[in-house]
């Protein structure tokens, strides 16, 4: 019964930031890592960011060093990305994901659009 539910996708204009959010259910989600990927048109998905259980590691993908940064909550079942300096070529449906008990647990997406 894992349900992960990601907001806070939209329109945004080169330069601009936006923060998404991931609420999480179904699992104790103290306990594990989380991570968002992306996947633009005509893209593969790939590694956005990753945070461990207690927020005290966190790595991004070489292009998102320095522009996003990752966050939990884990009060709040809710893992943040803060988008900064973005790009036309961030332009994507970003996912949360979490691997729970050997598989992988995905929501359905938000869509982020990055365009003058």
């Known amino acids: 019964q894992v349900q992960l539910v990601e907001s806070g996708g939209g329109l945004v204009q080169p330069g601009g930031s936006l923060r998404l959010s991931c609420g999480a259910s179904g699992f104790t989600f103290r306990l594990y890592t989380m991570s968002w990927y992306r996947q633009g048109p005509g893209k593969e998905r790939e590694l956005v960011a990753r945070?461990?259980?207690?927020?005290?590691?966190?790595s991004y993908g070489d292009s998102m060093k320095g522009r996003f940064t990752i966050s939990r909550d884990n009060a709040k079942n809710t893992v943040y990305l803060q988008m900064d300096s973005l790009k036309p070529e961030d332009t994507a449906v970003y996912y949360c994901?979490?691997?729970?008990?050997?598989?992988?647990?995905w929501g359905k997406g938000t869509l982020v659009t990055v365009s003058s």
């Open positions: 994901n979490v691997a729970w008990h050997g598989l992988n647990y």
């Open positions: 945070i461990t259980s207690t927020g005290g590691i966190t």
